[in-house]
């Protein structure tokens, strides 16, 4: 294995990690909207902050609107009644 070969192998394997990790975060995004703002409001409030709290603000609206953010709620209520745990 000549050593472009071996580049071209390794940057593969990073995108794909990429694409893995992006994904799983976005889908989380989607899931817990809920969850993503109220960190962002824990957080020292600056432009950034802010900017992120308005995509946030997008991100909840698509969640709703295809129904992803009322599914995760659903199964986390069944979750937690199936373990015998209270809301928190």
Do not use: C, E, H
Request: no cysteine; glycine share 8%.
């Amino acid at each position: 294995m000549d050593a472009r070969t071996k580049i071209a192998g390794d940057r593969s394997r990073l995108l794909t990690l990429a694409a893995i990790l992006y994904g799983t975060l976005g889908l989380l995004a989607l899931a817990m909207p809920d969850a993503l703002s109220s960190r962002l409001d824990d957080l020292t409030p600056s432009p950034l902050v802010r900017a992120a709290q308005s995509g946030v603000g997008s991100i909840a609206v698509v969640s709703n609107a295809l129904g992803i953010a009322a599914v995760y709620r659903a199964a986390r209520a069944q979750f937690l009644a199936t373990a015998g745990l209270q809301r928190d």
